[in-house]
């Protein structure tokens, strides 16, 4: 079955530094990904929709500069934290559309800034 | 997209029927119901979706009010491997997902 596969479960950086979190499809093309992200004891929050070959599409609040998205290949989407703070510790799950009806989501990242 | 309405938590007995309730009375006639479940953790997982009729799959089934302003994902035996917290989202299809606060199940030995 569908399979998306994200890397890396989990992640320590210092603050000021980039993280990359990169999000793919296995088993199947997906030319819109979604990406999340979670607080604890919270819902998931969709910050972007990204879509192969085509800029990604931001939720309001949620700042571009910030939280770089590329999705070069039809299997593959990446999400950079850039100059990571903690505030931005949290837990980040990406999704995608297809085959089957309905979406397959990654197993999340879990970052900590410190 | 359509606000759902679901109870904070539940509890049900490992072996037995659960049903977790969904209220939406703001479905529009292209609105898909969805539900996924999250383990803690992981990231969410589709459980089943619907339209109109009622649905079932392995893992659970679907009921649809005949107004389908309400619906409710049954689950025929818990386990405590189905403790998660469980979403019911309402959802054009090719749209994306915006998951509200979800119902935790807890389930008990």
């Known amino acids: 079955g569908a399979v998306v596969s994200q890397h890396p479960s989990w992640v320590i950086c210092k603050s000021g530094t980039s993280v990359k979190i990169e999000c793919r499809s296995l088993?199947?093309?997906?030319?819109?990904m979604f990406w999340y992200r979670q607080f604890p004891k919270q819902s998931l929050m969709l910050m972007a929709t990204?879509?192969?070959?085509?800029?990604?599409?931001?939720e309001q609040g949620v700042e571009k500069d910030k939280f770089l998205i590329n999705h070069a290949s039809l299997t593959l989407s990446t999400l950079t934290v850039t100059s990571a703070h903690p505030e931005d510790s949290s837990f980040y799950i990406c999704?995608?559309?297809?085959?089957?009806?309905?979406?397959?989501f990654g197993s999340g990242t879990r970052l900590t800034v410190v | 997209d359509a606000k759902t309405t679901q109870p904070n938590s539940m509890e049900s007995n490992e072996e037995e029927p659960v049903h977790l309730p969904c209220n939406h009375s703001?479905?529009?006639?292209?609105?898909?119901i969805h539900w996924y479940r999250q383990l803690p953790s992981q990231g969410p997982e589709y459980v089943i979706h619907?339209?109109?009729s009622n649905v079932n799959n392995r893992m659970a089934s679907l009921a649809i009010a005949e107004d389908r302003k309400s619906s409710t994902l049954i689950l025929h035996r818990a386990t405590l491997r189905d403790a998660a917290v469980y979403y019911c989202?309402?959802?054009?299809?090719?749209?994306?997902?915006?998951f509200g606060a979800g119902t935790i199940l807890r389930v008990k030995s």
């Open positions: 999704s995608a559309m297809g085959p089957y009806y309905g979406y397959t």
């Open positions: 088993d199947f093309q997906a030319t819109t």
């Open positions: 990204s879509n192969e070959g085509s800029k990604a599409t931001y």
């Open positions: 703001t479905i529009s006639g292209t609105d898909y």
């Open positions: 619907g339209l109109t």
């Open positions: 989202i309402l959802m054009e299809y090719g749209n994306k997902l915006v």
